[in-house]
């Protein structure tokens, strides 16, 4: 059983930074891909970002790219998610994911996942 475990979440102004962090504890693998999705009150969940722990290749949603970015450290199964110039839209609940590596179209895909956090809240609000 694998164990998930986000935190960092918090208010922040429009135009700040805010930093994620996730940690996955128990049985974790190489081919393995930990990933961030979000959702907003009354809105589906969204893919954010993830990272494959093989190769370290990353991955972005499109609303996210060039202001986010995703990096991990494999030796103690961690993410963080650095998160720049937030604007309202990005306030919703936060969820950290580690699944299976598939495909890459598999990545953004919620199904894709099998262990899922609890969430943490990320509101931007001036």
């Known amino acids: 059983q694998v164990q998930v475990v986000e935190s960092g979440g918090g208010l922040v102004q429009p135009g700040g930074s805010l930093r994620l962090s996730c940690a996955a504890s128990?049985?974790?693998?190489?081919?393995?891909?930990m990933g961030w999705f979000r959702q907003a009150p009354g809105k589906e969940r969204e893919f954010v970002a993830a990272?494959?722990?093989?190769?370290?290749?990353?991955y972005y949603g499109d609303s996210v790219k060039g202001r986010f970015v995703i990096a991990g450290e494999r030796a103690k199964n961690t993410v963080s998610l650095q998160m720049n110039s937030l604007n309202t839209e990005d306030t919703a609940t936060y969820y950290c994911a580690y699944g299976p590596y598939a495909i890459v179209s598999s990545v953004p895909q919620q199904f894709a996942y099998k262990y899922w956090g609890q969430g943490t809240q990320v509101t931007v609000s001036s």
């Open positions: 990272i494959r722990w093989r190769g370290g290749h990353t």
């Open positions: 128990g049985r974790t693998f190489d081919t393995y891909v």
